[in-house]
């Protein structure tokens, strides 16, 4: 292949990050889509029967929501090695195909130890695939094209619950199909699409530019030159600094993050997980009645503003470079408005507020990640970073689950709606207070973190 140089490089940016755009970028988004609505299925079938059938209680059930993380945080690293060894196609192919297959078995669960014995086992089969679709993407742009293309992939995140709630109403009030109950129904709805869409991926993606054939050879080539000189820089960069992974882990740099995206994934799954359930209370709480897919609205209301915050906001962190208080503030704005939901007087302020809490916190955590790869280098960050995303998946376990059995001892959400709000407060306080450290002393705990 012919390396293409000098002006005639910069022609062929344009074209070949559009295409890369257009090809890659919407149909990992959709994989990411299937992802967040297989992991959160339950919240949805948990207030439509499958809790009264199975017998669960709050505590019970945010153990089953939480224990998916319990597999993914052990077999997340094995995972994205063997990613790395066989190829993102065959691998991320493989996880998709696999997570279909055990979300397909959650439509028979009889019993409280088999919903957890399955979604430990989905948490198993789906583990590696949100950190091997980042890899995936950012190695087919250059540095200078991620941060616009993760936030193009971030948005399936919110999108996910605009359109999958209400589907997922929809299959539940197919209640009697098959001659099952309509919250089983919903288990095998949103589980076929994930073995169709792992296979078409196999088939679909290409692991690298030089095997995409609707890329033109010097398309190939520019892109392929691109990216091999940022591998030499950072291969250079690394062999520098003498990058000692375990300095990382000690650094109080990394601490900081990793508490700082705890709070944030700690918000993230409470809403996720219990807002169904929170809005199926409004019940009791305001006299109100709501069908099953009017409740699928409902709890689709609050992603779709959030998908426009996340978008926006990225827009403005890319232009004025990401800086700490565009995690600060999003997250302040979470911790003052997820309790205060709770104090409303009908269900349209309730969910106007918790709309504010969804759109702080999905305008916060895209923005995170480039703070972390500022502060960190080498190998040290390789390590840096994997600390702080099994700090947040620990998060995914711990939010269901305390929010479940806090909720058991005190009769109301209050109480874990206002350890939700401390989480982010403590995430807020920490970026914010990164945003306002000198430069300088960042730069000497880079070279920490670094050798």
């Known amino acids: 292949m012919q390396a293409v ?62 224990v ?58 789906e583990a590696g695939f949100f950190p091997g679709a980042i890899l995936f993407l950012s190695n087919w742009v250059p540095q200078r094209h991620r941060s ?58 290409s692991d690298r530019p030089a095997q995409a054939r609707w890329l033109t050879r010097d398309e190939q080539a520019w892109l392929t030159a691109e990216l091999e000189a940022e591998a030499r820089a950072k291969e250079a960069g690394a062999v520098r600094h003498g990058a000692h992974a375990g300095a990382a882990l000690l650094s109080p740099r990394v601490w900081m993050f990793s508490l700082m995206y705890f709070g944030l994934v700690y918000g993230l799954y409470a809403l996720a997980f219990f807002l169904p359930t929170i809005i199926g209370g409004f019940e009791g709480q305001f006299g109100t009645h709501f069908n ?60 106007a507020v918790i709309t504010v809490t969804a759109c702080a916190v999905f305008a916060a955590l895209p923005c995170f990640w480039t703070l972390p790869a500022r502060s960190l280098s080498g190998a040290g960050a390789a390590a840096g970073i994997a600390l702080i995303n099994t700090v947040g ?25 206002f350890v939700v709000g401390a989480l982010m407060l403590l995430s807020a306080v920490l970026a914010l207070a990164f945003a306002r450290e000198p430069r300088a002393s960042r730069g000497r705990e880079r070279a920490l973190a670094a050798n």
């Open 5 to 66: 140089s000098g002006k005639a490089e910069s022609a062929f940016e344009r074209p070949t990050i559009r295409k890369v755009s257009l090809r890659l970028v919407p149909f990992v988004a959709l994989m990411f889509f299937i992802n967040f609505l297989d992991r959160t299925a339950i919240s949805f079938a948990g207030p439509n029967g499958m809790a009264h059938d199975l017998g669960l209680d709050a505590a019970q059930f945010g153990f089953a929501a939480g």
């Open 68 to 125: 998916f993380f319990i597999g993914y945080i052990f077999l997340e690293v094995p995972s994205n090695l063997a990613l790395h060894r066989y190829g993102a196609r065959r691998w991320l192919a493989r996880i998709m195909v696999t997570w279909g297959v055990v979300a397909l078995l959650l439509a028979w669960v009889n019993s409280a130890t088999s919903l957890y014995a399955l979604r430990f086992l989905l948490g198993v089969a």
């Open 148 to 205: 616009h293309i993760l936030a193009l992939f971030y948005l399936a995140q919110p999108l996910t619950i605009v359109i999958g709630a209400p589907f997922a109403a929809l299959l539940i009030g197919a209640h009697g199909l098959f001659g099952l109950a309509g919250w089983r129904v919903m288990f095998i709805g949103v589980a076929l699409p994930a073995i169709v869409v792992g296979v078409v991926a196999w088939f679909y993606l």
């Open 292 to 351: 099953v897919f009017q409740k699928g609205l409902i709890t689709a209301i609050p992603y779709l503003p959030a998908a426009i915050a996340l978008f926006v906001w990225s827009r403005d962190a890319t232009r004025r470079g990401v800086r700490g208080w565009h995690v600060g503030i999003p997250a302040l704005l979470g911790a003052l408005s997820i309790p205060l939901a709770l104090y409303m007087t009908s269900p349209a302020a309730s969910i």
């Open 393 to 417: 998946n620990v998060a995914g376990f711990v939010a269901p689950y305390v929010t479940g059995a806090m909720h058991d001892a005190t009769g109301s959400y209050h109480a874990p709606m």
